[in-house]
């Protein structure tokens, strides 16, 4: 484990590890209140779908730009301002849905501008890592980062449940709540050092910029396995958000509001599973526990479907927070580590198309359940979850012997440190650890084989 927490030894990578916290929580936190608010005042799936199309929407359009951008320009701005307009929004959000002036529509621009702040914040702090911290330490920073990002989706709901069931807080004070975060995340980011631009002369259009990002996707077998793998599973993830507030009130007769209880309990075992996960989401169990985590979140959903009371949702939200923290925790994290540095802005902005991808279907899963039934749309989703983690699983044992990429997080991690790269604490920003491209290319470059598809 002391690899394992390694990149907390920088003094900058904390920064930008607890900025990242709080930022990601405020935006997790957001965009989960919006299918809770749309319930309450319409009691309809179809509209709190509708009410979180709006991320989607800027989410699909702007998230590749936002990982070209990323990859191109200095971050530290990028960063600063994609916290506080999120921020503000979030206050005036808060405001309409206290005073009773919320609509359907106002949801859906707030949820829309939200995603515009996300897009654009998401890639540029994952590409600003690799400029922060030194080589020897990509792979434990890497899966850290991972860790917060996935802290985020448990810690906004597990303290929105303590306000709402402890001290009765209702939806729109908790949007206030969110807001600080983004206070505790700003001076974070201030302290860190500004992070380079790439030169004029090096920039190349938006549009080959992107091109290139997505050839390099779509050319690295274990990627495309994982990304695809990503896209579907966050899509059917999401049904659970559209789906549970009316489910547990039209089911149980327990009002909307009080799905905050089940977060809270997913919230608490995610907690506990992220530490021995943040151990092994860079070795050779990680692919097994992926496909194993798959597995078991499609049996929630099946369960999910049959469940006979508000209290057997809440056992059944134990293993909610086991296999959606495994999925979310060590697919990421594969992505990530598989991935060279200079892609990490672009490679992250296709992640992103995966929260996008999610709230642009979310009212299929409303239509459904209005159609065909809510249980039975829990059944469907526990299907495609199922296949395609089977599908997963082929996919793995193809490419498991394959070498890893030369420069990615995973093989600096088999290789060790490299003559000349610092061995202990970090110092300057990685990218003036890199040797130009150019003395590079003079080096020989091997590929390093390792079992297991690492």
């Given at each position: 484990?002391?690899?394992?927490?390694?990149?907390?030894?920088?003094?900058?990578?904390?920064?930008?590890?607890?900025?990242?916290?709080?930022?990601?929580?405020?935006?997790?936190?957001?965009?989960?209140?919006?299918?809770?608010?749309?319930?309450?005042?319409?009691?309809?799936?179809?509209?709190?779908?509708?009410?979180?199309?709006?991320?989607?929407?800027?989410?699909?359009?702007?998230?590749?730009?936002?990982?070209?951008?990323?990859?191109?320009?200095?971050?530290?701005?990028?960063?600063?301002?994609?916290?506080?307009?999120?921020?503000?929004?979030?206050?005036?959000?808060?405001?309409?849905?206290?005073?009773?002036?919320?609509?359907?529509?106002?949801?859906?621009?707030?949820?829309?501008?939200?995603?515009?702040?996300?897009?654009?914040?998401?890639?540029?702090?994952?590409?600003?890592?690799?400029?922060?911290?030194?080589?020897?330490?990509?792979?434990?920073?890497?899966?850290?980062?991972?860790?917060?990002?996935?802290?985020?989706?448990?810690?906004?709901?597990?303290?929105?449940?303590?306000?709402?069931?402890?001290?009765?807080?209702?939806?729109?004070?908790?949007?206030?709540?969110?807001?600080?975060?983004?206070?505790?995340?700003?001076?974070?980011?201030?302290?860190?050092?500004?992070?380079?631009?790439?030169?004029?002369?090096?920039?190349?259009?938006?549009?080959?910029?992107?091109?290139?990002?997505?050839?390099?996707?779509?050319?690295?077998?274990?990627?495309?396995?994982?990304?695809?793998?990503?896209?579907?599973?966050?899509?059917?993830?999401?049904?659970?958000?559209?789906?549970?507030?009316?489910?547990?009130?039209?089911?149980?007769?327990?009002?909307?509001?009080?799905?905050?209880?089940?977060?809270?309990?997913?919230?608490?075992?995610?907690?506990?599973?992220?530490?021995?996960?943040?151990?092994?989401?860079?070795?050779?169990?990680?692919?097994?526990?992926?496909?194993?985590?798959?597995?078991?979140?499609?049996?929630?959903?099946?369960?999910?479907?049959?469940?006979?009371?508000?209290?057997?949702?809440?056992?059944?939200?134990?293993?909610?927070?086991?296999?959606?923290?495994?999925?979310?925790?060590?697919?990421?994290?594969?992505?990530?580590?598989?991935?060279?540095?200079?892609?990490?802005?672009?490679?992250?902005?296709?992640?992103?198309?995966?929260?996008?991808?999610?709230?642009?279907?979310?009212?299929?899963?409303?239509?459904?359940?209005?159609?065909?039934?809510?249980?039975?749309?829990?059944?469907?989703?526990?299907?495609?979850?199922?296949?395609?983690?089977?599908?997963?699983?082929?996919?793995?044992?193809?490419t498991r012997r394959m070498p890893l990429e030369v420069g990615t997080p995973a093989a600096l991690a088999v290789a060790g440190p490299t003559?000349?790269?610092?061995?202990?604490a970090p110092s300057p920003a990685f990218a003036a650890q890199l040797a130009p491209v150019a003395r590079m290319g003079k080096q020989k470059r091997r590929a390093i084989p390792v079992r297991g598809g690492?």
């Amino acid at each position: 484990m002391r690899g394992t927490f390694a990149a907390f030894g920088a003094r900058n990578y904390r920064l930008l590890w607890g900025g990242t916290l709080f930022s990601t929580t405020a935006f997790m936190t957001s965009f989960l209140l919006v299918p809770i608010v749309a319930y309450e005042i319409t009691e309809s799936y179809a509209a709190s779908g509708i009410a979180q199309m709006g991320s989607g929407v800027s989410m699909l359009l702007l998230g590749p730009i936002g990982g070209a951008i990323a990859d191109r320009y200095a971050k530290k701005p990028l960063v600063i301002v994609g916290q506080i307009v999120p921020g503000l929004l979030i206050v005036a959000t808060g405001v309409l849905v206290v005073s009773g002036l919320i609509t359907i529509w106002m949801l859906f621009v707030s949820s829309l501008l939200m995603g515009v702040g996300f897009a654009l914040m998401g890639p540029a702090r994952q590409a600003w890592m690799g400029e922060l911290i030194p080589r020897p330490l990509m792979g434990s920073g890497v899966g850290l980062m991972q860790v917060a990002q996935n802290l985020a989706l448990v810690l906004g709901p597990m303290l929105g449940s303590v306000l709402l069931i402890a001290f009765a807080f209702g939806s729109g004070q908790i949007y206030f709540l969110v807001a600080g975060f983004f206070l505790v995340a700003l001076p974070l980011t201030t302290w860190l050092p500004g992070a380079r631009a790439s030169a004029p002369s090096e920039r190349r259009s938006i549009v080959d910029e992107l091109g290139s990002g997505f050839r390099y996707l779509m050319g690295s077998p274990r990627l495309r396995i994982l990304w695809g793998y990503w896209m579907v599973v966050s899509i059917c993830r999401f049904a659970a958000q559209v789906l549970l507030p009316g489910y547990i009130e039209r089911n149980f007769g327990v009002p909307a509001s009080d799905i905050f209880l089940l977060y809270l309990i997913v919230g608490v075992v995610s907690l506990v599973a992220h530490v021995p996960l943040a151990g092994m989401v860079s070795g050779r169990r990680a692919w097994p526990l992926l496909i194993g985590f798959g597995v078991l979140l499609a049996v929630v959903f099946f369960f999910a479907a049959l469940a006979p009371s508000f209290f057997a949702m809440m056992l059944l939200a134990i293993l909610v927070g086991i296999a959606s923290t495994g999925v979310l925790l060590v697919n990421q994290a594969l992505i990530m580590t598989n991935s060279r540095p200079e892609f990490f802005g672009r490679v992250m902005s296709f992640v992103v198309l995966g929260f996008a991808a999610q709230s642009l279907l979310g009212p299929i899963w409303g239509i459904s359940a209005d159609t065909l039934g809510d249980r039975e749309t829990m059944f469907l989703v526990g299907m495609i979850v199922i296949v395609v983690t089977g599908v997963l699983s082929v996919a793995w044992r193809r490419t498991r012997r394959m070498p890893l990429e030369v420069g990615t997080p995973a093989a600096l991690a088999v290789a060790g440190p490299t003559e000349g790269s610092p061995r202990s604490a970090p110092s300057p920003a990685f990218a003036a650890q890199l040797a130009p491209v150019a003395r590079m290319g003079k080096q020989k470059r091997r590929a390093i084989p390792v079992r297991g598809g690492d």
